[in-house]
T-cell receptor, first 113, second 111 residues
Framework: EAQVTQNPRYLITVTGKKLTVTCSQN?????MSWYRQDPGLGLRQIYY???????DKGDVPEGYKVSRKEKRNFPLILESPSPNQTSLYFC????????????FGNGTRLTVT | KQEVTQIPAALSVPEGENLVLNCSFT??????LQWFRQDPGKGLTSLLL?????REQTSGRLNASLDKSSGRSTLYIAASQPGDSATYLC??????????FGPGTRLSVLP
């Protein structure tokens, strides 16, 4: 089944403790991206990647890191999480081109205390 | 910078009604316009994608139109059903491969 898989689904952590949220897709998509969704602010792009070893900042990249060493994986790294990073996070992927819908994972709900 | 708005923010209708959701964007230089559905606590599911050269797309009871010159897209849902209850989001893909999402319209279809 074609899908985008995020792990974990839920994560509670403390301020300053490094964490990684994994994202993997099995559709051989070139494009992958991370979003956070907050009430009243909607979905905002954190980082995106056009292909292996190519990453770019989205609208809200501060406090986050990403890497794209393999085509299928695009992990999101929070080196020193803070409470304002408490949010619902989504990974998404698509083929390149204007006729390619964006496929989303089921989300990771992160709470930083 | 691209900004996307959606009207109304919330909508409640009785089952069987036809309805229209609106999406407006400020920068007409978009690659495509996509409509998504989001159920509570879940990810987004792509419903329809309209390329920049197209005017509309249809899938079952859903029809989406795109007017780049006016910066508007509409999602038409025919004969609404309770299972259509969800939040509907539109997103424009800019030529820089940056998707910009609207805030969504929360739809409730009452039996």
């Amino acid at each position: 089944e074609a899908q985008v898989t995020q792990n974990p689904r839920y994560l509670i952590t403390v301020t300053g403790k490094k964490l990684t949220v994994t994202c993997s897709q099995n559709m051989n998509h070139e494009y992958m991206s991370w979003y956070r969704q907050d009430p009243g602010l909607g979905l905002r792009q954190i980082y995106y990647s056009m292909n292996v070893e190519v990453t770019d900042k989205g609208d809200v990249p501060e406090g986050y890191k990403v890497s794209r060493k393999e085509k299928r994986n695009f992990p999101l790294i929070l080196e020193s999480p803070s409470p304002n990073q408490t949010s619902l996070y989504f990974c998404a992927s698509s083929r390149q081109g204007e006729n390619s819908p964006l496929h989303f994972g089921n989300g990771t709900r992160l709470t930083v205390t | 910078k691209q900004e996307v708005t959606q009207i109304p923010a919330a909508l409640s209708v009785p089952e069987g009604e036809n309805l229209v959701l609106n999406c407006s964007f400020t920068d007409s230089a978009i690659y495509n316009l996509q409509w998504f559905r989001q159920d509570p606590g879940k990810g987004l599911t792509s419903l329809l994608l309209i390329q920049s050269s197209q005017r509309e797309q249809t899938s079952g009871r859903l029809n989406a139109s795109l007017d780049k010159s006016s910066g508007r897209s509409t999602l038409y849902i025919a004969a609404s059903q309770p299972g259509d209850s969800a939040t509907y989001l539109c997103a424009g893909l800019n030529y820089g491969q940056n998707f910009v999402f609207g805030p969504g319209t929360r739809l409730s279809v009452l039996p």
